[in-house]
């Protein structure tokens, strides 16, 4: 890991490394079929590179191949960490893939790959986030619970206000009853004593 390091930074600070920031994102659930794209520009020959970063941690390196495009020959090396019946490497003309037949919660961080042919250039990359089913249920059940009582909250403040305005035009209303009716026997009396 550490020759990896040594040898990103001599080619950055010499100026043959070039890094991309990318702000894509690929949920997926555990067991389902995942598989990122990265494009190259080997002309010739030379080694594509998959690196695999979770939060906090240093880059990872999954697996490189030697490539010949004009042969198109490859040999390929994977990291014992990654086992080749839970990913393969298929490397094209102008790109190569990476799937990951079967992802589970812990292969959740980001990936993306690097081409060596006169220089170093990484893809762009792409942040995997593999939700557990679990999970995933229990928050939807969570958000319908909180949608819930939300609601119950509306209608309930809807129905308080609904009942207040009746009584509030309620009260208004008898009490112009009582002062017409106090109005009627005063104007009475007033007719009677012209």
Known sequence: MFQISARASLLFAMGFLQVVISTKLQEALPGELVTFWCSHNIQVSGTLYWFKQTDGDVPVAI??????????????????????????ADIFTKGTTLTFKNVTVSDSGFYFCGALEDQLKFGEGTRLIVKDRETSADAVDHCSRGIFFMLTLLFGAIIALACITALFWRTIRKQQKHKRAAESPASQHEDEVR
């Open 63 to 88: 697996g490189f191949s030697h490539i010949n495009i004009s042969q198109l020959l490859k040999e390929q090396k994977l990291s014992k960490d990654f086992t080749p019946n839970l990913l393969i």
